[in-house]
């Protein structure tokens, strides 16, 4: 008998196709590596998330860097990436950008040290089944996870270095984090409490959702029924809007005028992903989907 081959998606995946088909298309079924990442917004992101994991880390080894540590490592990562090319939607500097991250890291710093609040995992990996089967998975990565001893809550932390916040609504919407919150109550049991947080950095501001287990199970059917759409979906039209601002696909864009490139030239092999560190979620959802 032939064997069955699981599908497993990311939650990119899923956001890339409801966003634009076309981009999914570049993206997933020809696999176009973009020439660069351009977004300034994206490489302080990155930068952010990786000073944030790097401190917990710490935190969990059983030492509490100072302040000063955490801004040199932050100055550090965002050297190490940086390129003059990274561009920017607006009239600030690549330096107002990197000041922006600095004054995030010292307010999240100072309002949150001594971190003792029962970190568990930090980008922990999570795979979810969506059918009884087990023929669809999701995976993603859970930016922090914490135990609150006193709640007896599992928490699950997102940051986000967006200068605009969402609506309250579309936060209530959001199927990313309540799909990792699956996983979590698979591993330590249905019955326990598990907190949704998002940490907004640029407002020092933080919300907080839970869902029932029947909003779970309702989510799992949708995301299902939405993989089953992509899955019979033949054409796949581009879907102009202010997020085409963002995509690193517009320079090869027919709906802005402008055409590919060679489909062979950019399918270059996996391995050159690791020149564009701001997608490393993309990178590591990528290589994740070989294993
Ligand atoms: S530029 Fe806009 S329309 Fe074109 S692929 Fe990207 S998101 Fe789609």
Redesign the pocket.
Known sequence: MPEKKEKVYSYSRLTTFE??N??FK?RYIDKIIPKLEKSIEAHLGSTVHSTLEWLYTQVKEGRIPSLDEVIIFYSQEWEKYYTPDFITQNSLTHQDYFNKGVEFIIVYYTEHKPFDDNTLEIEKRILIDLDEEGNYKIQGFIDRLSYNLKTKEYEIHDYKTANYPPSEEKMHKDRQLALYSIAIKNHYGKDKDVKLTWHFLAFNKRFHIKKSNDDLEKLKKETLELIKKIEETKEFP????K??NW?E??DM?P??GNSPDSLKDLQKPKEDLDKYPTLSKYIKEEKLDEE
């Not at 581009?238 to 809007?241: G, H, I, Q």
């Open positions: 966003q634009c076309l981009k570049f581009a879907n102009k809007s997020l085409c995509c696909y517009k864009c709906a802005w």
